[in-house]
């Protein structure tokens, strides 16, 4: 395909409650959505891709501004370079933007919308594209923290009546055995896991420790994100499985986690590593080691939630996925929205990785629009 031009929106969208984790408080979800216009063999196709940046430095060093800079001045001349020479597809632009130093979710956007107009000129669904035959998958749910330990009993009660097949609780210094004590006491039987953000040191360890007694599916991400050695050595004195989200960034760093023994559990996120088909990549090198993975979520619009659903189609994501309903986060989301059914999400069978979004809702959360000429 040669890409024409190229719309990156800024967004700016109300969720229905506020979300927090042990590094921010969100009330809204920034989110660049990249419209990609793009003539193909098939005619004149608009892909769509969502970034995975918040809007500020806090999950990791992208943030959603930088992302529309980075995007703007840097990866789309690079695009505009190598389409000159030979027609773009979207297996090649992760080796075009690779001279760009990190900044996987601006290209991680880029990318997927670039797949998407791909998918949708030859008509083929993301989940036939990745060979997946599941229809759909077990939805897992993400409970930020609370005020009080009653009013996260009831967040929970709720969301293990509406069908979640897992609950995942954020913790921090101050958050963490009481309030999961608590619920495993109200809940003796509900898969559990929780979520730390990096949130602790290895000094730690003995406080982390007492998470065994909750019989919890794993810990996740309770280091620094630079932090793989200590991981590993956490790892060994606990019981509860070890698993890594902001460390793992590529398919090579999740191999040198498993090597090392600091992850027995990884959440795939596809925005964090650099779009879709690095996180396949992740999910082989996991298989191949008999690594469980999962698919974590950044709150994801419907321009991502689908897509997700679609990679944890995959055999190698053996765990319930961050991929709730959309009303989990959003009133109104900006595609149909996804629906939780017996406790499931349905793998889309749509052409591409999303529908196109709703243009009034687009034109509703827009807080900014940059257009750049690519051709
Ligand atoms: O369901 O999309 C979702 C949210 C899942 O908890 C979730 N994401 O660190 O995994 C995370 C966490 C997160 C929350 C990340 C807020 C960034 C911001």
């Known amino acids: 395909m040669q ?49 995975g940046a918040l809007a500020e430095p806090v999950y990791s060093e992208e943030y959603a501004d930088g992302a529309v800079d980075v995007i703007e001045r840097f990866a789309l001349p690079r695009l505009a370079r190598a389409q000159r020479e030979r027609p773009l597809t979207a297996e090649t632009v992760g080796e075009h933007l690779a001279p760009i130093v990190g900044h996987r979710m601006a290209k991680a956007a880029l990318e997927s919308a670039i797949l998407d107009a791909q998918l949708k000129a030859s008509r083929t669904s993301f989940a036939d594209y990745l060979g997946v035959t599941a229809s759909r998958v077990a939805s897992g749910v993400s409970v930020g923290i609370q005020d009080s330990v009653d009013a996260l009993l009831e967040a929970v009660a709720g969301f293990v009546d509406q069908g979640y097949q897992r609950i995942k609780l954020k913790i921090q210094p101050g958050w963490d055995l009481e309030p999961v004590r608590a619920v495993r006491e109200a809940h003796p039987d509900v898969p ?52 890594l989200d902001e460390s793992v960034v590529s398919a090579q760093s999740a191999a040198d986690a498993i090597a090392w023994g600091a992850a027995a559990v990884i959440n795939i996120k596809p925005s964090r590593v650099g779009g879709y088909l690095e996180a396949r990549r992740i999910h082989d090198v996991a298989r191949a080691s008999g690594i469980a993975v999962w698919c974590g979520g950044m709150l994801e619009t419907g321009l991502a939630r689908g897509a997700n659903a679609a990679l944890a189609g995959l055999p190698g994501f053996t765990l319930p996925g961050d991929i709730s309903a959309s009303d989990r986060f959003y009133v109104r989301d900006l595609t149909t929205p996804y629906v939780l059914r017996d406790g499931h999400i349905d793998v889309p069978t ?12 687009v034109a509703n959360f827009a807080v900014a629009s940059t257009r750049v000429d690519v051709a």
Do not use: K
């Open 3 to 51: 890409i024409d031009h190229v719309t990156l929106h800024s967004l700016r969208i109300p969720l229905v409650a506020p979300f927090t984790t042990s590094f921010s408080t969100q009330h809204a979800r920034t989110v660049v959505a990249v419209e990609v216009a793009a003539m193909t063999d098939h005619g004149e196709i608009t892909g769509w891709g969502e970034c």
């Open 192 to 243: 559990l896991q929780v979520d730390a953000n990096a949130a602790y040191t290895l000094t730690d360890s003995a406080h982390l420790r007492a998470l065994d007694d909750f019989d919890l599916l794993l810990i996740e991400q309770p280091l620094g994100e630079a932090d793989m050695r200590q991981h590993a050595e956490l790892a060994r004195v606990m019981r509860t499985p070890m698993c």
């Open 350 to 361: 749509f052409p591409g990785l999303c529908e196109e979004p709703d243009a009034e809702a």
